[in-house]
């Protein structure tokens, strides 16, 4: 069947949010992020395969490609049977119980995408954004996520409004924190991780009380600070002590 120029068109303007945010829709790729989509709850809007990518769809969802053709429309260095188009869900409203995981403008779709995967693993199923972060259906970070895109709820909102309003117990991650290692944490409440440079803004940390921090054991204390992601790992690990 092939590609037509309109397609083409509609999936080279999808790597940009003010298109993804018009069209509602946002690229997939690969076979194991595609099938985790295709069996979730999110809409696909078209499939591009090749003939030995096997799918249950409907033909009209289909467009067979050639190798040469996903190579093509394809952001990835070695492209894999298949990229999809799939319908941006409209946001949940926001749960207010369990742990909640705050990102306070994450710019790094790497760090997001992986934010998204701890997030399903450590059972955190509600993630909120600033309006600043990066976003969620950027095709690097639905790459990251590995499909846990699917499993999180993710809202894009006023972070500071929102720890304003919020009765649960509100902690920052900061170098001049407590140890966390020694703090008694809830089983609820939200832990807010910072900028990758700049970490947590000020209006924000004159907001909340509780600042907690991941200690440096090395000899030379030389290491400035963790990555983002690695940093929510350990933090989310020790978190779901509470719940052990």
Same mark, same amino acid.
């Given at each position: 069947?092939?590609?037509?120029?309109?397609?083409?068109?509609?999936?080279?303007?999808?790597?940009?949010?003010?298109?993804?945010?018009?069209?509602?829709?946002?690229?997939?790729?690969?076979?194991?992020?595609?099938?985790?989509?295709?069996?979730?709850?999110?809409?696909?809007?078209?499939?591009?395969?090749?003939?030995?990518?096997?799918?249950?769809?409907?033909?009209?969802?289909?467009?067979?490609? /050639?190798?040469?053709?996903?190579?093509? $429309?394809?952001? !990835?260095? +070695?492209? #894999?049977?298949?990229?999809? @188009?799939?319908? =941006?869900?409209?946001?949940? /409203?926001?749960?207010?119980?369990?742990? $909640?995981?705050? !990102?306070? +403008?994450? #710019?790094?779709?790497?760090? @997001?995408?992986? =934010?998204?995967?701890?997030?399903?693993?450590?059972?955190?199923?509600?993630?909120?954004?600033?309006?600043?972060?990066?976003?969620?259906?950027?095709?690097?970070?639905?790459?990251?996520?590995?499909?846990?895109?699917?499993?999180?709820?993710?809202?894009?909102?006023?972070?500071?409004?929102?720890?304003?309003?919020?009765?649960?117990?509100?902690?920052?991650?900061?170098?001049?924190?407590?140890?966390?290692?020694?703090?008694?944490?809830?089983?609820?409440?939200?832990?807010?991780?910072?900028?990758?440079?700049?970490?947590?803004?000020?209006?924000?940390?004159?907001?909340?009380?509780?600042?907690?921090?991941?200690?440096?054991?090395?000899?030379?204390?030389?290491?400035?600070?963790?990555?983002?992601?690695?940093?929510?790992?350990?933090?989310?690990?020790?978190?779901?002590?509470?719940?052990?």
């Amino acid at each position: 069947m092939g590609i037509s120029k309109n397609q083409l068109k509609l999936i080279t303007s999808l790597s940009q949010k003010k298109y993804r945010q018009k069209h509602q829709l946002f690229i997939a790729e690969g076979i194991k992020v595609v099938n985790e989509l295709l069996n979730s709850n999110f809409t696909v809007h078209t499939l591009f395969c090749t003939e030995d990518f096997e799918t249950l769809q409907p033909e009209d969802k289909i467009t067979r490609i /050639s190798e040469s053709e996903l190579k093509k $429309i394809s952001l !990835l260095k +070695t492209p #894999n049977k298949v990229l999809a @188009l799939f319908e =941006i869900p409209e946001e949940k /409203s926001i749960e207010n119980s369990g742990l $909640i995981i705050a !990102l306070d +403008t994450i #710019n790094d779709p790497g760090n @997001l995408g992986t =934010i998204i995967r701890l997030c399903d693993w450590f059972g955190v199923q509600q993630l909120i954004c600033s309006k600043e972060t990066v976003d969620c259906y950027n095709s690097k970070v639905v790459q990251a996520s590995m499909g846990s895109l699917t499993r999180v709820a993710i809202n894009y909102i006023d972070i500071y409004q929102y720890l304003k309003d919020t009765n649960l117990p509100t902690f920052i991650a900061d170098m001049d924190g407590e140890n966390v290692y020694k703090s008694i944490l809830p089983e609820e409440g939200v832990l807010i991780m910072g900028n990758e440079a700049n970490g947590v803004s000020e209006s924000i940390k004159k907001l909340v009380a509780h600042k907690i921090s991941i200690p440096r054991f090395g000899e030379t204390q030389a290491t400035e600070s963790l990555n983002v992601a690695t940093a929510t790992a350990i933090l989310l690990s020790e978190f779901s002590r509470a719940k052990v």
